[in-house]
């Protein structure tokens, strides 16, 4: 089956623009995570969904970042006005929900600011 | 504060010689453990994890980790590693009470043939 899909892969913006990043989770998968992975750093949480419902933003850095989930599939990550400090891999994840279940990654969209 | 470290930047072993990958953390209560791995540009993709039961745990691709409960560390290992496992490697964990997980900063492994 089909993993994780996040698309655009790679996407270079100008300080000040507007970015969207999509994920397409695994069919089934009712909890959504977003994490934010700097050059040679592990991945920092940033946001959480079950189905539509956002319960968990502590991670997001600011209030430039918003995240949605209208319909408990695709997600959209968006960055307003961005900044050079943006530049990351955003990364997608989706599990069955439950604790103990683990994460499935998609492959991220590398965001570079310039 | 909530953390995991990997104290080791890069391991370097020999093709056909065991590999062991160090991970230690400090959360609260009893978390899950989770190792992944991420190949050049690529997402993490999902080795093994610890939630309860047995200390020593068998993964993906021969892998397996070993969750010590005293020292807190729940080590990676392979008996005998394939030039293929290079690749960056996460320990991550994961609160009882929350839902994202801790991830350390990576070790990147380098099997030579």
């Known amino acids: 089956g089909a993993g994780v899909s996040q698309s655009p892969r790679y996407k270079v913006a100008k300080r000040g623009q507007d970015v969207a990043l999509r994920c397409d989770p695994i069919?089934?998968?009712?909890?959504l995570f977003w994490y934010q992975q700097a050059l040679g750093q592990g991945p920092e949480f940033l946001t959480y969904?079950?189905?539509?419902?956002?319960?968990?933003k502590s991670g997001l850095p600011s209030d430039r970042f918003f995240a949605e989930r209208p319909e408990g599939s695709v997600s959209t990550l968006k960055i307003q006005r961005t900044q050079q400090e943006d530049s990351a891999v955003y990364l997608c994840?989706?599990?069955?929900?439950?604790?103990?279940?683990?994460?499935?990654f998609g492959d991220g969209t590398r965001l570079s600011i310039l | 504060a909530q953390s995991v470290a990997q104290p080791e930047d890069q391991v370097n072993v020999a093709e056909g010689n065991p590999l062991t990958v160090k991970c230690t953390y400090s959360?609260?209560?009893?978390?899950?453990l989770f190792w992944y791995v991420q190949y050049p540009n690529r997402g993490l993709q999902f080795l093994l994890k610890?939630?309860?039961?047995?200390?020593l745990v068998k993964g993906s691709y021969g892998f397996e980790a070993e969750f010590n409960k005293s020292q807190t560390s729940f080590h990676l290992k392979k008996p005998s590693a394939l030039v293929s496992d290079s690749a960056l490697y996460f320990c991550?964990?994961?609160?009882?009470?929350?839902?994202?997980?801790?991830f350390g900063k990576g070790t990147t492994l380098s099997v030579s043939s």
């Open positions: 991550a964990v994961r609160p009882v009470a929350g839902t994202a997980l801790i």
């Open positions: 959360v609260s209560g009893n978390p899950y």
């Open positions: 994840a989706s599990s069955l929900g439950g604790t103990n279940q683990p994460q499935h």
């Open positions: 069919s089934g998968h009712v909890s």
């Open positions: 610890y939630i309860t039961g047995d200390n």
């Open positions: 969904f079950q189905n539509e419902a956002q319960l968990d």
